[in-house]
């Protein structure tokens, strides 16, 4: 069998995904469902996209909104039942869109059955978790502390036991060491398989990775991350997983959310010949305005910071035959249009300009729905308005650490998941025309900013429908190398893409100030056409200098 990545199928699609909680309400309970995506399917088509992400709408307690599974086999009545779910694959696959699943299998519910028997006592069930006692000085079994704020144990029932949990309180560690564990992952892939799912991404993958041995930290955030995330063993646990699922059809599409990664590790989830996934998410683009890597804190964007890492990645992926998911936003972050750019006065030209930044690089592009119509934050103006466990966490542990009132809520206000996670706006009605009752979360925007009105007179849903046909019509996106151009410019991000003596460049200006650039000397005066502008230019030769407007992109393509 060949072990060689078939560019022109991974590098040609494009995935797009949907946060089910909201995305279309069919019953009018405030809540986006199976039948209302159902409902939008035709939009989905006019797209173009290969493939959707659905993120988990599994049985669940939802206190991490779905992320907390207490059952993977069942769909939460919420959003429907496993018939609405078949009929959604089927009418998909219809139309040549592929059902991507979210997988969370470094954690369950506590309500999963498991947790329950072994809370009840089955020996079997509690090797499934970390369960721990304390230490001889009656302290917790490690110093590790939640992401979502305060300490990483919790009591374990009525025992003088406690369980680990990197998440909320109520999404228990599963103990990847435990064959059991990693046999019951394979067989829920299975099972999703056989219903016609051709993709999966794995939730948090690489913190499965923990020591047998549980060592405290010394308190260091970036040290204690190192004691269980992205170790030698996940590749290890991903090969095997391969080999028992998803690997055995090489139509799947498989991609793993890889916190903290390395690019050395990246390229061996990925790189082909050790079967392992087709792609990564990374982060570490998008801790360019953390402040000292605090998210809380937030800095104006480091620019120069973004464009090495994107770089570095792509050139060492590249070179290393690892792939890329390529993305700015997702359920976890705040809208990247909100983060990185002036909307007040360039909303459109700064969505197509990131969103041809991105999409060019070498590998699969993911849009985040709401993305493609340049949806931005809310604007809320109380704590209240926040769903979100994390945010609600952050909000009081600021305070706690001295923040005042208003400043806590600022730098929950820009870095809130719930940034991303408000309902798919169709139209300006109250409800965005999301429901016709109150949504679970608030949207604000949806007068000016709404599918109805980008459909009518819109021009970023268009800008990425040829940013989509581009990517299937052009080998040198879906399989050129990449090169790096004016690696030291303040204000653009530039690259050119390759395949033997064909090559394009990209460029984009990432600031809303015009500004002047001089392309290496290979590069001037050669004839070619520009074939995606967001700004209607034409030329018919790269002159040797070229001003950019505010936040323009241009793909040039030599003849
Ligand atoms: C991932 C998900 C996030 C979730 C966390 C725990 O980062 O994207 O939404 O809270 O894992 O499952
Ligand atoms: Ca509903």
């Not at 992400?53 to 039942?81: E, K, L, R």
């Not at 374990?156 to 560690?173: E, R, V």
């Not at 398989?193 to 991404?201: C, D, E, L, P, S």
């Not at 709404?450 to 989509?468: C, R, S």
Request: aromatic content about 14%.
């Amino acid at each position: 069998m060949s072990k060689k990545r078939d560019l022109s199928e991974l590098g040609k699609k494009v995935i797009y995904q949907i946060y089910p909680k909201s995305f279309y309400d069919s019953n009018d309970d405030g809540i986006g469902d199976i039948r209302g995506i159902i409902a939008k399917i035709d939009y989905l088509i006019s797209l173009n996209i290969d493939m959707i992400w659905f993120n988990p709408f599994f049985i669940s307690p939802q206190n991490d909104n779905g992320y907390d599974i207490a059952d993977y086999y069942n769909i939460d009545s919420v959003f429907g039942t496993m018939d609405d779910f078949e009929e959604l694959v089927a009418k998909l696959r219809a139309n040549h869109i592929g059902v991507m699943l979210d997988m969370v299998f470094n954690h369950c519910s506590t309500s999963h059955q498991w947790f329950q028997k072994a809370l009840a006592g089955n020996q079997k069930y509690q090797n499934y978790f970390y369960i721990r006692s304390t230490r001889k000085d009656g302290s917790l079994p490690t110093n590790w502390q939640s992401k979502f704020g305060g300490p990483a144990w919790s009591k374990f029932g009525n025992t003088d036991k406690f369980y680990l949990h990197l998440y909320d309180p109520t999404q228990a560690d599963l103990d990847w060491h435990n064959p059991d564990v990693r046999y019951e992952a394979a067989n829920i892939i299975n099972f999703w398989q056989k219903k016609g799912v051709t993709g999966f991404r794995f939730d948090v993958f690489n913190v499965t990775g923990k020591s047998e041995t549980l060592v405290n930290s010394n308190g260091d955030e970036t040290a204690e991350k190192k004691l269980y995330t992205d170790t030698p063993i996940v590749h290890k646990y991903l090969h095997e997983l391969n080999r028992a699922s998803f690997g055995q059809d090489s139509q799947i599409i498989t991609v793993g959310e890889m916190s903290s990664t390395t690019i050395a590790n990246s390229i061996d989830y990925t790189n082909p010949k050790n079967q392992e996934l087709s792609m990564v998410f990374t982060f570490h683009h998008l801790k360019v305005d953390y402040k000292n890597g605090d998210k809380w804190q937030t800095i104006p964007f480091d620019f120069m910071k973004l464009k090495e890492l994107l770089f570095s990645w792509q050139e060492s992926l590249d070179k290393g035959h690892g792939w890329n998911a390529l993305f700015w936003n997702n359920h976890d972050q705040p809208r990247a249009l909100s983060r990185f750019c002036n909307t007040q006065t360039y909303r459109i030209q700064s969505a197509q300009m990131l969103a041809t930044a991105i999409q060019l690089l070498r590998g699969t592009p993911f849009i985040y729905q709401g993305e493609e119509i340049g949806m931005l934050n809310p604007d809320y103006t109380s704590i209240e308005e926040y769903v979100d466990v994390e945010t609600k966490n952050a909000y009081h542990i600021l305070q706690k650490s001295g923040f005042s009132e208003n400043d806590a809520f600022l730098a929950v206000k820009q870095k809130s998941r719930d940034n991303s996670r408000t309902p798919m706006q169709w139209t300006a009605a109250k409800y965005a025309g999301f429901s016709h009752n109150k949504p679970w979360l608030a949207s604000t925007n949806q007068d000016t900013i709404n599918v109805a009105a980008e459909l009518d007179h819109g021009k970023i849903f268009k800008f990425y429908q040829k940013l989509i046909a581009l990517r299937k019509s052009e080998p040198l996106i879906s399989d050129g190398h990449i090169m790096p151009l004016l690696r030291d410019d303040q204000r653009v991000f530039a690259y050119s893409r390759y395949l033997a003596d064909s090559a394009l460049v990209v460029l984009t200006n990432f600031y809303d100030k015009t500004t002047t650039i001089e392309l290496p000397s290979k590069y001037k005066r050669r004839h070619g056409s520009v074939i995606l502008s967001n700004y209607n230019r034409t030329l018919g030769e790269l002159p040797r200098v070229l001003t950019l407007k505010p936040y323009e992109s241009l793909v040039f393509k030599f003849s």
